[in-house]
């Protein structure tokens, strides 16, 4: 007769999630996207963890979503609202989710930023309109899988 050796699960298992979300505290993570010449443009954005991805909302018609649809591969990072970075950029790789993704990814940034949204979007989208930029009303959700 054999014997089996079972290990007793975790009380707490570590789930990758969590592990994410510590690795990217705070309201904002720096969003580096290429150009076509290899130069890089960081881009603070709000971001909701959602398992293994950070999910991230922006303008159908912006440049980071151009730049991502030609070159998925980017580089994230958590920062400040100024852009200044926390601690140092990994790799990752980014792209767009389907339209029917958008009320989700919606509905976990409006739980994460129910403050912000109501005193921080009304003042950015006035001073985009007095520096005379269009204020889209396309958005887009961008899934980023961080390289680990």
Not at 33 to 51: E, I, L, M, Q, Y
Request: proline letters at 7%; one cysteine or more; aromatic letters at 6%.
């Amino acid at each position: 007769m054999s014997t089996q050796t079972l290990e007793r699960p975790p009380e707490h298992p570590i789930r990758v999630g969590s592990r994410l979300g510590a690795r990217f505290p705070g309201k904002y993570v720096s969003l580096t996207s290429f150009k076509r010449d290899g130069t890089g443009v960081a881009t603070p954005v709000w971001f909701v963890v959602d398992g293994t991805l950070l999910l991230v909302i922006t303008d159908l018609h912006s440049f980071k979503v151009r730049r991502i649809t030609r070159n998925p591969v980017v580089m994230v990072a958590p920062c400040s609202a100024s852009g200044r970075l926390r601690s140092g950029p990994v790799p990752a790789r980014a792209e767009l989710l389907p339209d029917c993704e958008l009320a989700r990814v919606e509905q976990l940034m409006a739980r994460k930023y129910r403050v912000d949204r109501v005193l921080i979007l009304p003042i950015y989208r006035l001073v985009q309109r007095l520096r005379g930029r269009r204020v889209g009303n396309e958005a887009v959700a961008l899934a980023i899988t961080v390289f680990q």
